[in-house]
Structures are given as C-alpha cells and as structure tokens.
C-alpha cells in the first residue's frame, strides 16, 4: 500500500533542481524521514543506458521525437516499478528530479508531438503512480540558458537547443501547471536559494501536515 510522498521538481535546464532537492532532502532527513532521490531519465541501471543514448552517445544524435519519446517513457515506467513504488510503500519520502510533466512539456509542447498521444503514453508509462506534489521552479528561458552556460563542461544534446526551443518549454510548464493547480506550486526560481529552499519546506509541511505529523 502507498504510504510515502512522492514529490517532484519540474522545470527548464538551469532553473536550479538538484540545488533544492539537496537542501529537502537534508531537511526531511534532519526530521528523521527516510528520502530516496532518483532522476529522470535514469535512476535504474537500464535508465542510466538510455540517459546516456538521449543525452551523450553518438547513436542518440539521429534519435527523431517519437523514439525520444518511448525511451522517456521506456525509462520511466522502469524507475516506477523498481524504485518509487516500493519506496513508496516503505513509506518513504520519493523525490524525482522530473517526472512525466517533462514528457508533456518537452515531447508534447516544445517537440510538437501529438498531446494527446503524448498523455496516453505517459499515463501507460506511469500506471497511476503520480506525484502527490510536484514544484516548477519557473524562469524565464534567457536567464535559464545564461545560467546554463556558466555551468562547467559542454552542453549536451539535449541543452543544444535555441532559446525557442526553451521558451516553448516554460510556457509548456506554465500551462500544464495551470491545469492541475492542486497538484502544481510554482515558484520564482530566480529567488535566492535559502528562500526557495524555506519556501518548498512550508508549502509541503501545510499541504501534508497529516503525513509531516504521524
Ligand atoms: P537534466 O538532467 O538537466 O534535467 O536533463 C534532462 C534532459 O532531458 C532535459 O533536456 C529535459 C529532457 N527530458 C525530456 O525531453 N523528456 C523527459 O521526459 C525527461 C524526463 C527529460
């Protein structure tokens, strides 16, 4: 039986994820909370693969939108059964840096494939196991990709896009949060980190005080 929380992050390159689920994770383990962290795409040994094929191997280069797509969803629906799940029913708190969200945003808005075919992947991908809050750290793609290009190392294949490309995904985001505002808490990410941080903190200990408590 799922016990656990599972949250995600959501959001374009840059906009700051791993630095905030650093600073929950620290947090929920300071209040004695068992976290898992996994990534996507990857987070199981046959996701780590087909991370490396979309982001780095020279045979992802050719790789069109829809086979983007299924190894997106090959990916997930592995990391859903072999890790969130059981975590979940261990009670533990699952923090995924993106989830199925990516999928609509960058294959069903910013790749332009079918939104609806795009939904009924997804959905099959996942098998109802969706997040019980997910949080888009929101900014604009400029600032994004001047962020991006501070960081050390080349960019892969995947953050080789033009601003285009990153605009089509914040809207993407924009409108998928707007229409599952339960489920969504965007936040300005080009607030300062500690900020962010004490923010993602409050909203999660009011919207699951039951579970924050037990
Ligand atoms: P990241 O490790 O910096 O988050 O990069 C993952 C890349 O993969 C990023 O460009 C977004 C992209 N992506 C998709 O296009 N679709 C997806 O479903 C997921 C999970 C990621």
Redesign the pocket.
Known sequence: MRRGLFVTFEGS?GCG?STQIRHLVAWLQQQGHTCLTT???GGTAAGDQIRHL??HAPQGHGLVPEA?LLL?AA??AQLVREVILPALDANHVVIS????D??TV??GVA?RLPPDRVADINHFAVGGCLPNITFLLDMDAETALARLSKRNGPADR??SEPVAFYQAVRNGYLHAAATEPQRFCILDATRTEDDLALAIQQTLSQKFHGFFTR
Do not use: A, I, W
């Open positions: 390159e994820k990534r996507e795409p979309l982001q983007e997106f990916s997930r840096d993106r989830f199925h990516s999928t960058y294959q790749r995947m953050e």
